[in-house]
């Protein structure tokens, strides 16, 4: 019989019911950050930048969605088999960003530290448009990896994996797994939101409170 262990876990699901909204509360963000960014443009165009909000943490249009994002990691935790009992779940970052219009736009490999839970929720893509990748996060495996059968299968022998997202995607996994954005070619708009969760002991943020309030 084949077990499977130590599994990297990663849900995708589609809900477009914020695709409106956060698509134009969003917009401010990625004028600015465009604006922002002219000093690096080259010969007046963006190629090879992505434009990158600042934090969305403290806009109250944000704050139902961060409600959301918490609560889906929460599940997505628990789901996994660790005890939350005594910890509350966090919003560390949160931010939107959108490819260079004259391509060139990409994330090399990556996670995010002192985090559980990242994700993302696709506003603006396409099957023309960039797209993230998964990597395997074993650094044995990694470091006696053999040849693939065929790159194009998702298999036990599977090095990285793709995620092709439409908008509405959604996308959670856990910190540590390595991730990146292939590079988009310019084509169509691509943007998305992007976050961290954290699980913090409520006894730390009890202790942070009476400090406060002392």
Not at 131 to 158: C, N, W
Request: aromatic share 14%; charged share 25%; net charge neutral.
């Amino acid at each position: 019989m084949k077990s499977a262990f130590f599994t990297s876990c990663v849900s995708v699901e589609e809900d477009i019911s914020w695709l409106n909204s956060l698509s134009n509360f969003s917009d401010k963000y990625i004028t600015e950050a465009i604006e922002n960014n002219k000093k690096k443009f080259i010969n007046n165009k963006d190629f090879g930048l992505s434009h990158h909000s600042t934090p969305l943490t403290n806009d109250v249009n944000f704050l139902n969605f961060i409600k959301f994002i918490c609560k889906k990691s929460h599940k997505f935790l628990d789901d996994q088999g660790y005890n939350l009992e005594n910890y509350l779940l966090v919003i560390k970052d949160l931010w939107v960003q959108e490819f260079s219009k004259d391509g060139g736009g990409h994330h090399s490999t990556h996670t995010h530290s002192n985090g559980h839970v990242s994700g993302f929720y696709f506003l603006k893509c396409s099957p023309k448009t960039s797209y993230p990748i998964f990597h395997d996060p074993r650094p044995g495996k990694m470091m006696i990896q053999l040849p693939e059968k065929d790159v194009k299968k998702i298999t036990d022998a599977s090095e990285k994996i793709p995620c092709s997202p439409k908008p509405g995607t959604f996308v959670l996994f856990n910190s540590y797994l390595g991730h990146e954005f292939s590079v988009d070619y310019g084509i169509e708009p691509f943007r998305f939101i992007h976050f961290n969760i954290q699980a913090v002991l409520k006894e730390l943020i009890n202790n942070d409170i009476k400090r406060i309030s002392s």
